[in-house]
Structures are given as C-alpha cells and as structure tokens.
C-alpha cells in the first residue's frame, strides 16, 4: 500500500521546509509514504526548497494556474504514481501532520472513499467572528446541496481513495474544496469527516483577497455546482414559476376584461403572454440541460476506464 500527500505550492519557499519537516515518514497501514509537490507558476525558491528536502515527485507549471488545478494535476500525477491513498494538505503548515494516520483509517477499514479533515473552526483563535459563522453558514449549504454531512467543508486537509479519485473532475478554477465534496455526494461516494487539530497562522489566506471575494466566489461556485448536478431541478423550478406568473396575469386580465370590456389592459396580457412562453420555452430548456446532464455523465464513466487504463499501462511501464 501506497500513500502519497500532495502539497499544492505558490510561492512557499519560506513555509515549505516547516510543513515538510513535519509529514509523517512511516504511516500505519502503508508500506511506503511519498511527498508530491506541486508548484503552481512560483515565482520564488519553492521549487529549490522541495528539490532540497528530497520530496520523492514534483509537478511543476510554468505559470500561476490556480489551487483547483494544482489539486486536480496531484491527483493525476499521484495515481500515475501508484498511490493507493492520497492526502493533500497547505503548504503553510495549517493542519497538524500527525492526523494524516487518522484521516487515512476510515479508508483503509473500508468505510470511507473520502475523508475531510473536521477543524475546531469555533475555537482558531486567528479566525474571526464572521469568519467562524461564515465558515459554518457555507459548510451548512454545501452539506444540503451535496446531500451529505460534513461540517467542515472548505478543509483542504483531506484523503481520498484510489478508486475515489478516478472519478473525481473539478470544474472552476477557484477551489477544489467544495466542488469535490458536492461531487462526492452525488455520485454517491461514501464521504466522512474524523476532526483533526490546526497550528498557528504563519501567513494570510492567498485564495482570498477579502472577506467579501470569498463570499461572492464561494456562492458562485456552489449556484454553479448546483445548476451543474441538478440542472433539470433549477430550470424547472424558473419555468413553473414564470408559467405561473403568466398564467395569474392572465386570468387577471380575462377578469378585468368582463368587468370592464372598455378598457383593454394590453399591457398585463403581453406581459402575460411573454412569461408563459418563457416558461414553456425553460421547461424545454430543463429537459434538454437534463439530457446533457446524462450525457456528462458518461463521459465522466469513460475518463474514469480511461485513467484506470492509462495508469495500468503506466505502472507496467515503470
């Protein structure tokens, strides 16, 4: 058994060697523990530092590309590896190294294809007031949408199976964190959270510039992630209520017409006709992204045969 943990890295040369010092040599349940780095387009020593500790692989990209394509190109360079688990953590040092035998257990007992690290989010002392409900508004979102119950959902800290990760696919390029979870849950993977403990701040979050950013990208991502997974559901629920609209203004004008045959009330039956039609014209709409959605999702069955094939072939090779 194999564990590889990926750190994904943007100008980490002073953060690096801390968290790096800290990985764990020997877990319990592997034969062997490598460390995958993946420099995202770093403009520092980053690289230099990783090459120095010895880190057994390195992905490396010519320009900055972003956390969720950092997360995705470990996880393909990880499974081209042969790891039978992988475990991603910060570069900063955030998650405290000794739980990655914790966060692995529930995989390797069989109960888990998905493990997110649950931090103590009510008691970090460098988080504030609004960071804490806001963290805890949005992992509460996620859960709903994603039909599952982890509370603690922008955790990076996390392991995943082998198995697991050849179906995974992130689409934004924000942040691989709640879209993977989302994912997770409908494809109907067995996700759980085990709590694991956190160390000092040593920088400033770099995936969002200010409070209010992290909140209008992170709705972003989970309105688009929704509309994504459940596109049938979200097209449909405009149609009926538009069809509604419509249908209530027209009636109101049928009303208003007997009442007062004089008076014509053109506008409220354009209006009335305009809605029906765009409602009519979203449910069709609905069932067609539906259509597609089924569509997606055998593609997304063939690219998980193909990376299992792929990395048959290349395990043989090596």
């Known amino acids: 058994m194999k564990l590889i943990i990926q750190i994904p890295c943007y100008n980490e040369e002073k953060t690096l060697r801390l968290a790096l010092d800290e990985l764990p040599k020997t877990v319990e349940g592997f034969d062997r523990v490598e ?12 690289v230099g530092e990783a090459k120095a ?10 320009r900055n590309k972003g956390l969720a394509r950092g997360f995705m190109a470990g996880i393909e360079a990880s499974l081209k590896a042969g790891a039978d688990v992988i475990v991603n953590t910060d570069a900063d040092n955030q998650y405290n190294a000794k739980d990655i035998e914790k966060l692995c257990r529930p995989i390797l007992d069989g ?3 998905m493990v997110i690290g649950e931090r103590p989010i009510n008691n970090i002392e460098h988080f504030s007031c609004i960071k804490k409900k806001l963290q805890n508004l949005g992992s509460w979102v996620v859960r709903k949408v994603s039909r599952t119950d982890i509370p603690d959902a922008p955790s990076g800290f996390r392991a995943i199976s082998r198995e697991a990760a050849y179906h995974l696919n992130v689409f934004n390029d924000y942040t691989y964190t709640l879209e993977t979870i989302i994912q997770a849950g409908r494809k109907n993977m067995a996700i ?7 160390n000092d701040d040593l920088r400033p979050s770099r995936l969002f510039k200010s409070m209010r950013a992290y909140i209008k990208r992170s709705i972003g991502t989970i309105f688009r992630i929704g509309i994504i997974y459940e596109p049938r559901k979200f097209f449909s629920w405009i149609g009926i209520v538009s069809f509604i609209l419509g249908t209530s203004l027209g009636i109101r004008w049928i009303i208003l017409y007997f009442v007062d ?13 305009i809605l029906i039609i765009m409602g009519v014209l979203v449910v069709v709409m609905a069932v067609l992204a539906d259509l597609i959605s089924v569509n997606r999702k055998i593609l997304e069955e063939n690219q998980s045969r193909l990376r299992k094939l792929e990395n048959e072939k290349y395990s043989k090779k090596s």
């Open 261 to 273: 045959p004089l008076r014509t009330h053109i506008p409220s039956l354009i209006l009335a006709s």
């Open 35 to 46: 460390i995958l780095i993946i420099n995202d387009g770093s403009t520092d020593n980053t």
């Open 111 to 113: 109960t888990a294809d």
């Open 192 to 198: 759980t959270s085990v709590p694991v403990g956190v």
């Open 53 to 62: 500790w010895g880190v057994d692989h390195l992905v490396s990209f010519t």
